[in-house]
């Protein structure tokens, strides 16, 4: 039999190359399938993932091809153990049956032993619930106790005060309409030093009294709803109303004595109830209420007396300022007393700030109106400095953090329509401006005889108004730290909307035409003098910005940090850089004025023609009369007063470079047309007179020394083109540095001396 399970010859376990036979991929591993929790469809599932399903079936194959051969290797090492096997398995079933029984009782044991595990759990847990029950009974039933003694203490000890009048149930402690020197009891309270000692014993029982009324609240939060409590509600409101009136009577009593002791007393009273509301309407209507009204008198319909002056409101919180420091400072003190536990007060907001603002809506209700702003500026910076001296009595950042978190606080601080007061400033400052721009010409400041004009100072109505809006911004009695972006915004708005005036007059002027540009006229009918006046401003308004007024800026500004500094300082200055940048433009235009007339005398040139054509004047030997009147323009106004005055070294000597090589450039065209016309004509009238000559059999030829039209023509520009560049030379211009002047003089010289004028451009080149 082992012959017929005999699997064969064996089998090489390496294959040609030496690789195994039975080598697995390496995502197949034997060792999944002997895990305790191997599950086949999952296995299967993970592996189809990234293997198909034909390889991982041929693996699979294979792997069990291969558990079959090694069965059978086993069986046939061991194949006598195997066979004899079933002959040592006798009397098995005998075997079970005695096992079976000892099974089945102890069976029986556990499930009888689970039955009374289980019916112990459940009366311990029962037991558990009624334990849990009884103490929730427990605590309510202790919860009543306390609540009914703490209530019957709270009676016993308002009982046990000293003093209680008649009349403190209803709560009124307002001692201007109760007279407060009476006690319930009827006798009359002596000034002694028993007065004393009876209200700081009344303040040590209300403190307590109060600490018993926190203690029952606690008390009531816990044992809402129950009949007990509902039964004893009449007798909490009656201690409640009680306690109130007398706490009340002996805070305006301690308030009136100036008693430290029984106001702390009173306070922490307050305090343990969570009535701090209370203590400071107190102290508003017993104290502050009448010293407000002094200074600022009014009833409920309104005003009392007359008008304000603009500057009333800071005179009445100098004389509010002293009555806190003497009135109220002792309050303010003992409220702030170190680990107190009185920080919950906010005497500063809702006693006095709040007073002074209802006095002030009722008794000044002018100060918050915008619509004169010198006065809201005044009253909105005596108000600022007000509730700065206020903060001044808190005692700690977290206090002044607080007090600037009220509600009266906001409240206040939005009665001061600042964003009107802007609006009202922008209108002023910047309509100024506007209607300084809206001229139709431009307009010098009048001076009078008496006064003499600094080359410094500004010359037009604009540039001034300009600087004077730039300032006005910042002046003291405008600026707002608040609104600073606003006013920094505008200041830059006004040096926009100067540069775009003068660049749109000035871009209306070359054009010819100011109808796409209103407000322009002035630049159509401006003279080059009064350009001189732009120049002269746009360069002290770029050094005054660019100095004192940025240096004040900044002062201003200077609580703020560099990340707020350095873009409006860079700002500034390319405002200032902006105008600037438009002192070529009206260079520019002012070289073309002048080139315009000199333009018009150069026209004379055309009457060179006239003068020697078909004529038989010899060649000129002078120059033409109208060279003389060339550089007259540019002259006469590098001569004028106002360009003497007002116009820097470098800017004349820019000017007159310009306009030099313009009128040159202008010069060398017409002559260059010139020329080229009488070449063309002369060339025409020869062919003419050879065509004449021939027809008639005369001889064609021409002698050599007769001089043409041409040579008569240039000898004269010739001329003329060497005194234009004496004059050049007169007005401190080298004229052979000039390319047009080389090219106009090479365009007219002889024949004769073209060498010589060719090796001179050479030599200045």
């Known amino acids: 039999m082992a012959d017929l399970q005999s699997p064969g010859p064996p089998r090489s376990t390496a294959d040609l190359f030496g690789d195994p036979v039975d080598s697995h991929p390496v995502w197949f591993k034997q060792s999944s399938f002997l895990q305790p929790n191997f599950d086949s469809e999952s296995y299967i599932a993970d592996r189809r993932t990234f293997v198909p399903f034909e390889t991982l079936r041929s ?129 009359s ?51 409640s109303l009680l306690l109130d009136a007398s706490l009340g009577h002996c805070f305006v009593d301690g308030l009136e004595h100036r008693d430290a002791n029984v106001i702390f007393n009173c306070l922490r009273a307050y305090a343990a109830i969570d009535n701090t509301r209370r203590a400071e309407e107190i102290f508003r209507s017993t104290v502050v209420a009448p010293l407000i009204q002094k200074i600022i008198p009014h009833s409920s319909s309104g005003v009392v007396g007359g008008g304000a002056s603009g500057d009333e409101l800071e005179e009445d919180y100098k004389k509010i300022k002293q009555y806190i420091e003497k009135d109220c400072k002792f309050l303010l003190e003992i409220s702030s007393t170190e680990n107190s536990g009185l920080h919950v007060f906010s005497f500063l907001s809702n006693s006095i700030l709040i007073e ?22 005044k009253n909105y910076k005596s108000s600022l400095d007000f509730l700065a001296h206020l903060e001044g009595y808190c005692p700690s950042r977290s206090a002044v953090a607080k007090f600037r978190a009220e509600a009266v606080y906001a409240e206040f601080m939005k009665q001061w329509n600042v964003g009107v007061y802007f609006s009202l400033r922008f209108q002023e400052i910047a309509g100024a401006l506007d209607s300084a721009l809206a001229g139709a010409s431009l307009v010098p400041i009048q001076t009078s005889h008496s006064e003499r004009r600094n080359s410094q100072d500004l010359t037009l109505k604009p540039s001034v108004t300009l600087l004077e809006c730039l300032k006005s911004c910042w002046r003291e009695d405008v600026v707002v730290l608040s609104c600073s972006d606003k006013l920094f915004r505008l200041s830059l708005q006004l040096l926009s909307r100067y540069s775009n005036w003068l660049s749109s ?14 407000g322009s006229e002035w630049a159509i009918s401006a003279v080059p003098d009064d350009f001189v006046y732009i120049i002269h401003d746009l360069n002290c308004l770029v050094a005054e910005i660019c100095g004192d007024f940025l240096r004040h800026v900044i002062g201003l500004l200077s609580s703020c940090s560099t990340e707020v500094l350095e873009p409006v300082e860079q700002s500034i200055l390319q405002g200032a850089k902006s105008l600037k940048d438009l002192i070529p433009i009206v260079m520019n235009s002012i070289i073309e004025a002048v080139v315009k007339k000199s333009v018009e005398d150069l026209k004379q040139l055309k009457g060179i023609t006239a003068t020697y054509r078909m004529t038989n004047k010899p060649l000129p030997v002078r120059h033409s009369p109208y060279v003389s009147g060339v550089l007259h323009p540019l002259k006469a106004f590098l001569d004028g007063e106002r360009a003497n005055t007002y116009l820097t070294r470098d800017i004349r000597d820019e000017l007159l470079h310009g306009a030099a090589f313009e009128i040159t450039g202008h010069y060398h065209e017409l002559v ?9 004509t002369d060339s025409s009238l020869l062919r003419i007179r050879q ?3 021939r027809r008639g059999g005369a001889s064609s030829d021409v002698s050599e020394n007769n001089v043409s039209n041409t040579d008569k023509i240039c000898m004269q520009l010739f001329l003329d083109v060497q005194e234009y ?32 004028i060719r090796a001179g451009l050479a030599y200045t080149k």
């Open 672 to 680: 260059a047309d010139l020329v080229s016309l009488a070449k063309k």
């Open 59 to 187: 693996e699979l194959h294979s792997h069990l091809s291969s558990l079959k051969h090694e069965l059978v290797d086993l069986i046939n090492r061991d194949y006598a153990d195997f066979v004899n096997l079933s002959t040592k398995l006798v009397d098995v079933d005998a075997a079970v049956v005695r096992m079976r029984a000892p099974l089945s009782e102890i069976r029986e044991k556990i499930l009888v032993f689970c039955s009374a595990v289980e019916a112990s759990l459940l009366a311990l847990q029962t037991g558990l619930r009624q334990r849990a029950e009884a103490s929730a009974a427990r605590e309510v039933l202790e919860l009543l106790l306390d609540t009914f003694h703490v209530v019957s203490k709270v009676e016993k000890l308002i009982k046990e005060l000293p003093s209680v009048p008649a009349d403190w149930s209803n709560g009124d402690v307002n001692f201007a309409e109760k007279d407060l020197d009476h006690l319930s009891n009827g006798f």
């Open 691 to 693: 065509g004449a000559q």
């Open 505 to 518: 007059g000035l871009a209306a002027r070359k054009a010819g035409n100011a109808g796409s540009n209103p």
């Open 356 to 377: 002074v603002l209802s006095a002030i809506q009722k008794g000044r209700p002018w100060a918050f109106s915008p619509g004169r702003p010198t006065e809201f500026l």
């Open 725 to 756: 560049g004496r004059n050049l030379s007169a007005l401190g211009v080298e004229a052979a540095k000039i390319p047009a002047y080389r090219s106009l003089r090479q365009c007219v010289a002889p024949t004769d001396s073209q060498n010589t």
């Open 189 to 239: 309270i002596q000034h002694t030093e028993n007065e004393t000692n009876i209200r700081e014993t009344q303040s040590v029982l209300l403190d307590r009294i109060a600490s018993e009324m926190n203690r029952f609240k606690f008390y009531i939060t816990h044992a809402q709803n129950l009949p007990f409590i509902e039964n004893m509600e009449k007798r909490i409101q009656n201690a």
